[in-house]
């Protein structure tokens, strides 16, 4: 039980480059959501899904895309790397939103050039 | 959505001491749950204290919430350097409750 798997680790990217981060949890939760964290700061929820199919907007949506086609997997793309998307990124998963425990990915730390 | 907000911002305390911090919201609740981020990782789930709880204990850790003031206590006992990390409170609306919004959370210093 691998729990939350995030790739890359670290990655570096150049102004107008795409690029998808990978989420993917062994638990079959039903939702799953990506954050990003500034430095000094909380987590800012991007997307969100509650299940295979179905996604939806968080707080801070604009310049990512996300889709759900399997319960597993989560992948979050970077349509054209800004440097204000510089940040770590986290996935999470849970059995349900709001009633219980969000299980974390050790995250992606993105650079953008 | 809901979001906590943790107090203080910041605390430094000697190994061995008890370490309080804070948090208020300001809707409704199902649960709110504590969380601890270690420098350079991700947030793991500490406790989870239903709203119609009002202490609950999990090894050196003690929460407690009051409803009627919207608001919640982490109690971090006889603290180790090891503790030092960030805590998020997260107040839950429940199911279908979404747009999870965390604070910016209490960065604790345990000094060896």
């Known amino acids: 039980n691998a729990g939350v798997t995030q790739t890359p680790k670290f990655q570096v990217l150049k102004t107008g480059q795409s690029m998808t981060l990978q989420c993917a949890q062994d638990m079959n939760h039903e939702y799953m959501s990506w954050y990003r964290q500034d430095p000094g700061m909380g987590l800012r929820l991007i997307h969100y899904?509650?299940?295979?199919?179905?996604?939806d907007q968080g707080e801070v949506p604009n310049g990512y895309n996300v889709s759900r086609s399997t319960t597993e997997d989560f992948p979050l793309r970077l349509l054209s790397a800004a440097p204000s998307q510089t940040s770590v990124y986290f996935c999470?998963?849970?059995?349900?939103?709001?009633?219980?425990?969000?299980?974390f990915g050790d995250g992606t730390r993105l650079s953008i050039l | 959505s809901q979001q906590g907000e943790e107090d203080p911002q910041a605390l430094s305390i000697q190994e061995g001491e008890n370490a309080t911090m804070n948090c208020s919201y300001k809707t409704s609740i199902n649960n709110l749950q504590w969380y601890r981020q270690n420098s350079g990782r991700g947030l793991v789930h500490l406790i989870l204290?239903?709203?119609?709880?009002r202490e609950k204990h999990s090894g050196r850790l003690r929460v407690t919430l009051d409803t009627s003031k919207k608001s919640s206590s982490l109690l971090i006992t006889a603290s180790r350097a090891a503790d030092t990390a960030s805590y998020f409170c997260?107040?839950?609306?429940?199911?279908?409750?979404?747009?999870?919004?965390f604070g910016a959370g209490t960065r604790l210093f345990v000094k060896a």
């Open positions: 899904s509650v299940g295979a199919g179905i996604t």
């Open positions: 997260l107040p839950a609306a429940g199911a279908g409750g979404f747009k999870t919004i």
């Open positions: 999470a998963s849970s059995y349900e939103e709001g009633t219980q425990p969000q299980h």
């Open positions: 204290i239903r709203s119609n709880e």
